[in-house]
Nanobody, 129 residues
Framework: QVRLMESGGGSVGSGGSLRLSCLVS????????MAWFRQVPGKHREGVAT???????RYADSVKGRFTISRDNAKNTVYLQMNSLKPEDTAMYYC???????????????????????WGQGTQVTVSS
């Protein structure tokens, strides 16, 4: 069973920055297709950023230019650097991985949870105005 553990969430003011980390138990997956999603109560889980085996990155329209996904293979860790945070970024953030690859033509914000097989427990990000 692949395990993922997020960390780095917290509370910041508008315009602030946070870096989320996701430690993955198996290196095969951290070198594969990784993603960050977020969810607010009462809404579906929304794709935020994806990273593929050749380090191609994609982002939801709402975070382009502000968020950066990356990985450190030696540490089995995927990161989400979040800058210029806004109150609407407030959510629980989850990292995910899986055996398949999400469609490259589907916008990141429209990716389905079913595209990924393994999920972490989430880390809360709260941005105050």
């Amino acid at each position: 069973q692949v395990r993922l553990m997020e960390s780095g969430g917290g509370s910041v003011g508008s315009g602030g920055s946070l870096r989320l980390s996701c430690l993955v138990s198996e290196s095969t997956y951290v070198r594969g297709n990784m993603a960050w999603f977020r969810q607010v109560p009462g809404k579906h889980r929304e794709g935020v950023a994806t990273l593929d085996p050749v380090r191609t990155t994609r982002y939801a329209d709402s975070v382009k230019g502000r968020f950066t996904i990356s990985r450190d293979n030696a540490k089995n860790t995927v990161y989400l650097q979040m800058n210029s945070l806004k109150p609407e970024d407030t959510a629980m953030y989850y990292c995910a991985t899986g055996r398949g690859a999400p469609s490259p033509i589907v916008p990141v914000q429209a990716l389905s949870e079913r595209d990924y097989d393994y999920w972490g427990q989430g880390t809360q990000v709260t941005v105050s105005s």
